[in-house]
């Protein structure tokens, strides 16, 4: 019988990542003195942080891809033609 072990790291490789595609979403990026705050506004709930901008849009890209692997995985399709607008707006206080 032979060793049925997976080494760390190496698990079954998964039929929907066998044609990996690029995707390009939109990300919001916010700095303050803890550091950076990303998000994914197209993938509600996709967000992410890092010490520095860098380390910030590296994790994004991270939480993206997990995100939309799982929604792969689960038969969704993949965001197309997103569209965000970034504006400001005043407020009296």
């Known amino acids: 019988m032979g060793d049925s072990r997976i080494p760390i790291g190496r698990g079954p490789v998964r039929a929907y990542n066998r044609t990996m ?31 520095t901008y860098e380390q910030a849009i590296e ?3 991270d939480a993206i ?12 399709e993949l965001p197309q033609h997103v569209s965000v607008s970034l504006s400001t707006v005043e407020v009296a206080v």
């Open 21 to 51: 595609k690029h995707v390009t979403l939109p990300v919001v990026v916010e700095g303050d003195l803890d550091g950076y705050y990303v998000s994914c506004p197209s993938l509600q709930g996709c967000y992410s942080q890092g010490d």
């Open 59 to 61: 994790n994004i890209k």
């Open 65 to 76: 891809r997990l995100h939309l692997e799982d929604r792969l995985a689960n038969g969704e």
